[in-house]
């Protein structure tokens, strides 16, 4: 089924749709295998090249440190599109497991359980992961770790009312008149019927979260400096952006085609299961 | 705090001056009781009280926030109301890939690349040192341009994206359709019909994005070394200054809701059906 999908996509006229499948291949195999495409080093310090503009032996030029910014950014793909991807699959698995949880017991649970929640949404998702990270301090795992948390309450919510939905459906009923237990309703029967709900939610989160991401690596709050990451060279190019500005723009554009391709992804995938 | 002296009397002292030696719950009521009274406490580092230096810089994001909000809706609206009118054109395509690049940039890397495209193309660069509105005009404007402008592109393409949405479902109900039998001219459905119809959902979106640039401020304003609330958060966690940081948070976290509150108070001024 997932092959016919992507068979449509490509089929489909839209260029957007085209471009966004090209890309997430790129993006894919930039992450399996980023060693066959950046040959040099992305940590090893190389001072007497430092901030060359781009050229032939260095084509996206070097940091000022003299690193390969190609290799950096290259390299970087994984570390950055897997920490998004690592700390979204804890929130909606943490998330959607609450949410289910909540909405198919209801009463004081419930309540209990949704308050908490308002609690996160309260703050703007960028100050909440500023306070977090900033407080424990920087890192991978306090940054992925602020990413779940501000993420959870979105996975709580279109988990809570889809297993609301749900619980009012005939099929429940009927479980229960069965004699089966709330756990294995709730699992077995109602959870497969909210996953893809919870799937839709991964992919439309999926290019917010990278650009809180990346802000926090901006702002000094991300993994640890030698680490490749596309928030953390544009923090390092930040105060050569007026001299080098070549090491500010590659991560930048990365960004953005990965964000692109998933929002695109995200949009056929809403517009598919709209219409079916 | 005292470093290598461990003094056991100045440890004392340090204690009462916070408040530690007191039980938990009387050092919440002794807080909340000073923040009911408008006393958030005093810088550990300046000394001001941190109401000053929260109005202080509020006064900063609040001038970024609206002026980003208007360039958003002035340029965001039109160019979603046309994409739904004209759904399917060249001009549509056009406007979504608009919205589709505004939406997947991150904001500061935007704004690293409008100092690098004003300064390479037209030689300018913005000041360094803010000065504020009232002090000199042209100068604060001139440093609030890029920030504002960096802002903008992602809260128009937002704009114009939810607009656009907004525009080709409304326009796709039944009374329209009676009113495009009816003769009525094409401007007239459109500005006069669709348009005022969809005035609630853009309210609400009005206040999201108010919200969101709250948080954007953060990233923006450390790039552009604003002196305004993100900042002031942001240095405030730098430097564990604590009280200043609950009292900002606080503060943002009552404005967000002050403007959902205000979004709900619209709601009825606009549409009167919901007077009940």
């Known amino acids: ?276 | 705090m005292l470093g290598q002296t461990s003094d056991p009397t100045a440890a004392l002292a340090l204690r009462s001056f916070f408040g530690l030696d007191q039980p938990i719950h009387t050092q919440f009521l002794v807080w909340l009781s000073n923040v009911l009274q408008g006393d958030l406490g005093k810088s550990w580092y300046q000394g001001q009280p941190v109401t000053h230096l929260i109005a202080q810089a509020f006064s900063v994001t609040v001038e970024v926030a609206l002026l980003t909000l208007f360039i958003a809706t002035v340029v965001g609206v039109p160019l979603g109301v046309i994409a739904g009118i004209y759904e399917g054109s060249r001009l549509d395509a056009a406007i979504q890939a608009f919205n589709l690049i505004g939406l997947s940039a991150p904001i500061f890397w935007v704004g690293l690349m409008l100092l690098v495209g004003t300064s390479a193309v037209m030689g300018w660069s913005p000041p360094f040192a803010y000065s504020s509105p009232f002090e000199n005009l042209i100068e604060n404007l001139e440093i609030v341009l890029l920030p504002v402008l960096s802002l903008a592109f992602l809260q128009a393409a937002a704009y114009s994206h939810f607009v656009r949405d907004c525009m080709i479902s409304e326009l796709r109900r039944d009374y329209i359709r009676a009113a495009v039998a009816k003769g009525l001219k094409p401007s007239q459905i459109y500005f006069k019909h669709a348009l005022r119809n969809i005035l609630i959902p853009l309210i609400t979106f009005m206040g999201l994005i108010l919200i969101q640039i709250l948080g954007g401020t953060v990233v923006i304003e450390s790039l552009f070394s604003l002196p305004g609330l993100g900042r002031l958060i942001l240095s405030g966690i730098q430097g564990r200054d604590y009280p200043v940081v609950q009292g900002a948070l606080l503060f943002v976290v009552v404005i967000a809701i002050c403007i959902n509150f205000t979004v709900d108070l619209m709601y009825v001024w606009i549409d009167p059906r919901m007077r009940t």
């Open chain 1, 1 to 276: 089924m997932k092959i016919g999908y992507f068979y449509r996509l490509v089929l489909d006229s839209k260029p957007s749709r085209i471009l966004s499948v090209v890309l997430l291949f790129v993006f894919a195999l930039l992450i399996l295998a980023p060693e066959l495409i950046a040959h040099q080093s992305p940590i090893t310090l190389n001072p007497e090249f430092a901030l060359k503009p781009p050229s032939a032996a260095h084509w996206f030029g070097t940091d000022d440190v003299g690193r390969d910014l190609f290799s950096r950014v290259i390299h970087a793909t994984r570390i950055t599109l897997g920490l998004v991807a690592g700390a979204l699959f804890i929130s909606a698995f943490v998330g959607s497991l609450l949410g289910l949880v909540s909405g198919f017991s209801g009463g004081l649970l419930d309540q209990l359980l949704s308050r908490l929640i308002d609690v996160i949404l309260t703050f703007p998702p960028i100050i909440a992961g500023v306070v977090i990270t900033g407080i424990l301090g920087p890192g991978a795992d306090h940054l992925v770790l602020a990413l779940s948390v501000v993420y959870l309450p979105m996975f709580f919510r279109i988990a809570r009312s889809g297993a609301m939905a749900e619980n009012s459906r005939t099929y429940v009923e009927a479980a229960r008149s069965l004699g089966f237990g709330a756990p294995h309703i709730l699992f077995k029967q109602v959870a497969p019927n909210v996953l893809p709900l919870i799937l839709m939610q991964y992919v439309i989160l999926f290019p917010l979260a990278l650009q809180i991401e990346a802000a926090l690596g901006f702002l000094g709050l991300g993994v640890a400096p030698p680490t490749p990451d596309w928030g953390a060279i544009l923090e390092q190019g930040k105060n050569f952006i007026l001299t080098a500005w070549w090491i500010s723009l590659w991560p930048g554009l990365f960004l953005l085609a990965s964000a692109f391709a998933v929002m695109v992804l995200g949009r056929a995938l809403q517009e598919r299961l709209g219409k079916g």
